[in-house]
């Protein structure tokens, strides 16, 4: 099992750039999570997805972030326009209606 | 407000000894806890849980000990080796919406050889 795949792991941009982090999850889990990992605020949820559809986006920042799931295979954070406290790690989770969800390595995210 | 938290930011422990975590919540709702764990540059991992109906879940050398009374949990580790030191998070959900985990901040544990 290659496990929550994400790319890319490292991702410099800045101020103004358009960013999209990809997410591939484990094959058969049918709800899909992204988090936002800052020193500040720790581990926070931004956007659930249950059978590709988002069910809770209340986690999502701002209009400038936005997420898609188009099939049960590959997902998308996209940040329009980026900006300097934007910088954290994005993590992608997937789960198989149960409790555990199983983390990617993250994105490291570095807006300039 | 943090609904979680880990009042630790680290814990150093030599190797053989006892690691314990300790995490408290506030929300009365949650049901369901989980301890995760973190190697740098990796995501977290999940390690064990704990429903509400119980006060002590074992796994090997890893147990969870929950006292509502308290809203407090703590994660035992026993013995404790070097390949333990990561970051340790105490997550909570509730039976209402149980895809939401509310994670604290995090401790970092250092066992030392």
């Known amino acids: 099992d290659a496990g929550v795949i994400q790319s890319p792991r490292h991702e410099v941009t800045e101020m103004g750039q358009e960013v999209t982090l990809r997410c591939k999850p484990i094959?058969?889990?049918?709800?899909l999570f992204w988090y936002r990992q800052t020193m500040m605020r720790g581990l926070e949820l931004l956007i659930y997805?249950?059978?590709?559809?988002?069910?809770?986006d209340s986690g999502m920042p701002e209009d400038r972030f936005s997420a898609k799931m188009p099939n049960a295979s590959f997902s998308t954070l996209k940040i329009q326009p980026s900006e300097p406290r934007d910088s954290a790690v994005y993590f992608c989770?997937?789960?198989?209606?149960?409790?555990?969800?199983?983390f990617g390595p993250g994105t490291r995210l570095t807006v300039l | 407000d943090q609904q979680v938290k880990q009042n630790s930011p680290s814990l150093s422990v030599q190797e053989g000894r006892i690691s314990i975590l300790n995490c408290d919540y506030t929300?009365?709702?949650?049901?369901?806890f989980l301890w995760y764990k973190k190697y740098p540059a990796e995501g977290p991992t999940f390690l064990i849980s704990?429903?509400?109906?119980?006060d002590k879940n074992e796994d090997g050398r890893f147990t969870v000990f929950l006292n509502k009374s308290a809203k407090h949990l703590s994660l035992h580790i026993v013995p404790s080796q070097p390949g333990d030191s990561a970051v340790y998070f105490c997550?909570?959900?509730?039976?209402?919406?149980?895809?939401?985990?509310?994670f604290g901040k995090g401790t970092l544990l250092t066992v030392n050889p």
């Open positions: 989770a997937s789960s198989l209606s149960s409790n555990e969800q199983f």
């Open positions: 997805f249950n059978n590709n559809v988002p069910i809770d």
């Open positions: 929300n009365s709702m949650f049901d369901y």
């Open positions: 094959s058969g889990h049918n709800s």
């Open positions: 704990i429903s509400s109906i119980k």
């Open positions: 997550a909570a959900t509730s039976g209402g919406s149980n895809y939401k985990l509310t």
